[in-house]
């Protein structure tokens, strides 16, 4: 089993930055893929960013597209989201997200990721 634990959120400022990190520990070996999502307060989760472990593929929301950047360090087995040019709308608990499966995952859903962090809050306001 992999547990992901997720640091950097915060209260930022319109048109700020912030950088999540997700920590995975565990059988790190075997994960395939892993992804950003967020919940607003009243929405459903929504996927924000998503990256193929091996290959630094990378996915994005048509709505973070040019903003969020995700990457990774190997050797830390962690994952990253660089959140620049932050909206009052990208305000939500951010929750990092990943699986073992290559042939369920779709980086859209988030019943294709297997295990997930505990959430970071991300409050974007002036």
């Known amino acids: 089993q992999v547990q992901l634990v997720e640091s950097g959120g915060g209260l930022v400022q319109p048109g700020g930055s912030l950088r999540l990190s997700c920590a995975a520990s565990?059988?790190?070996?075997?994960?395939?893929?892993m992804g950003w999502f967020r919940q607003a307060p009243g929405k459903e989760r929504e996927f924000v960013a998503a990256?193929?472990?091996?290959?630094?593929?990378?996915y994005y929301a048509d709505s973070v597209k040019g903003r969020f950047t995700i990457s990774k360090d190997n050797a830390k087995d962690t994952v990253f989201l660089q959140m620049s040019s932050l909206k009052p709308e990208d305000t939500a608990v951010y929750y990092c997200?990943?699986?073992?499966?290559?042939?369920?995952?779709?980086?859209?859903?988030?019943?294709?990721?297997?295990?997930w962090g505990q959430g970071t809050q991300v409050t974007v306001s002036s």
């Open positions: 997200a990943g699986t073992r499966y290559r042939y369920l995952w779709s980086y859209e859903s988030a019943t294709s990721y297997e295990y």
């Open positions: 990256m193929i472990w091996r290959d630094g593929n990378t």
């Open positions: 565990g059988r790190t070996s075997s994960n395939y893929a």
